[in-house]
């Protein structure tokens, strides 16, 4: 499965199988699927009423579909209206970069095999694009790559 439309169209096939068309239609026809993250699969409805049906009707139906689709059990959160809104404004507040305040090239501790990098690193800091560019730092994990970008 490529995309959350596809998983989304999965279960509504697995559903099909279990309910009449006249009830996909009636319930699920206006559904648009949202995201799968953390274990939880969220979908958006228009109205108060049909989060309501689709949750106390249906709910155990779609986590029964995600399971068979997964091999593993999902939370399902059914968003109705404008919360969907609330819902882009968090998980962009989530996506926003760490605290950058620690990292500075001040603070990054210069060994004998990082003191090129810091350099070039520092070099298109204060010129960018005119020097090493495009820039590339490859290492291990855990030797600085990420304090150096930050900074």
Known sequence: ?????????????????????????????????????DGKFIIHTTSNFKKGIIAQRFGDSIRAALSDLFSCDFELVILAGD?????????????????????TFDNF??????KF??????????????????LFVYSRPGLGKTHLLYA
């Open 83 to 103: 919360e969907i809104n609330e819902y882009r404004t968090e998980v962009k507040d989530r996506n926003t970069l760490p605290e950058m305040d620690g990292y």
């Open 1 to 37: 499965m490529n995309s959350i439309n596809d998983i989304w169209a999965g279960i509504m096939e697995i559903l099909s199988g279990q309910l009449t068309s006249t009830a996909i239609n009636a319930w699920f026809s206006d559904c648009t699927p949202i995201d799968l993250e």
């Open 109 to 114: 501790i210069v060994g004998g095999s990082n």
């Open 117 to 134: 990098v810091k350099a070039a690193c520092e070099a298109v800091a204060k010129e960018p694009g005119s020097s090493y560019n495009p």
